[in-house]
């Protein structure tokens, strides 16, 4: 496996009295996708003129929650139901969740599945049991689609935290997607790990796992289930990558293992609550349903999100837009280095 590093040195002239002052830029490829990002921590430093809050505002806690659909007084009356041949009762439920079809479908079978009655969370407030019953009730409904149409294999799961991640709803919930084809990043994903397992010999996520392991920079937590690292080429800041030992869908999770994965992103996002992130996006990359792929491994990405206020410094710009390189702010050995605080001192 190759981690592929390039690093260049520029040479700035800082006022007041311009001394010269030298910043490292290094340049990443991602070892499986190459997806390339370039890090200059210095980044993090510049001053970000629209940039103030640390704290949520009760203008989008508070202001936000009159007619709401997602909280618990309209839900009922005012989300969309799924046809019988999906869910007989037309909504599935489990603890606080509640599935139900997206309004505003990108896929033929898009579903929301809200994760709490309350209508704002922060980071820290989020239960691993709020998780395990989001996931348990959205596989519920993934696995009902592909029993109804088999060519439906493609499960995605995406939590998206606050509007600067992408989400139209402060209410905390996730999107359930299940397509005929997969996403360009999944296929991509497969089709290389299914190249490495020919030309190497074993599982790219087995190794990957671990390598981290051995170098320890980026190695972060692991359990029965699964492993995190602070992705070496991050497309997003603070990224973590969460991996599965042994599953390759969503769809094949057992309880267990999504106790474990729970677990895991309860003390991430505890983390991140700590270095003032109130903001994330949360994907899992999965294989198709129904199918033994033994070169590929169930996983996820985490990437934190500009804190959520009237106006902020967006961290997506033409470069990650346009470009396809991704600009990144914080080096993925300091991210775990902190993340494995947090992870060891509540063990
Ligand atoms: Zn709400």
């Not at 003129?49 to 009356?77: M, R, W, Y």
């Not at 079978?109 to 996931?135: E, G, I, K």
């Amino acid at each position: 496996m190759e981690f592929k590093s390039n690093i260049k040195k520029v040479e700035i002239l800082i006022p007041p009295d311009f001394r010269p002052e030298t910043q490292r830029i290094e340049y990443r490829e991602d070892p499986l996708t190459g997806s390339k990002c370039l890090i200059n921590i210095k980044r993090a430093q510049r001053a970000k003129q629209a940039q103030l809050a640390t704290a949520v505002s009760d203008s989008i806690t508070e202001g936000t929650k009159e007619g709401c659909f997602f909280c618990p007084e309209h839900i009922e009356n005012e989300t969309p139901k799924f046809p019988a041949d999906i869910c007989a009762a037309g909504r599935l439920k489990k603890g606080e969740c509640t599935v139900f079809p997206n309004l505003f479908a990108f896929s033929e079978y898009h579903a929301v599945a809200t994760l709490s009655r309350a209508h704002f969370l922060d980071l820290n407030q989020f239960t691993p049991q709020m998780l395990v019953d989001n996931m348990m009730a959205c596989q519920e409904w993934m696995i009902a689609v592909h029993s109804q149409n088999k060519h439906a294999k493609w499960p995605i799961y995406i939590w998206n935290h606050m509007p600067p991640s992408g989400a139209s709803m402060v209410h905390p919930h996730v999107q359930s997607l299940v397509r005929e084809a997969p996403t360009a990043m999944q296929e991509h994903m497969l089709a290389k790990s299914w190249e490495h397992l020919s030309s190497n010999g074993s599982s790219f996520w087995h190794e990957l796992i671990r390598e981290e392991k051995d170098i320890g920079e980026r190695y972060i937590y692991s359990n029965d289930s699964l492993a995190l690292i602070a992705s070496y080429a991050p497309r997003g800041f603070r990224e973590i990558q969460f991996i599965f030992n042994d599953v390759c869908s969503f769809t094949d999770l057992n309880e267990t293992q999504m106790q474990d994965f729970a677990y895991a992103i309860v003390k991430v996002l505890e983390g991140y609550k700590q270095m003032g992130v109130g903001s994330f996006n949360l994907n899992m990359f999965s294989g198709p349903i129904g199918e033994k792929t033994d070169y590929y491994s169930l996983n996820a990405k985490m990437i934190s999100r500009p804190f959520p206020q009237g106006v902020y410094s967006s961290d997506t710009g033409p470069f990650e837009r346009l470009q396809d390189e991704w600009v990144i702010e914080f080096l993925p050995e300091d991210v775990a280095v902190k993340m494995r605080g947090f992870f060891e001192a509540r063990d």
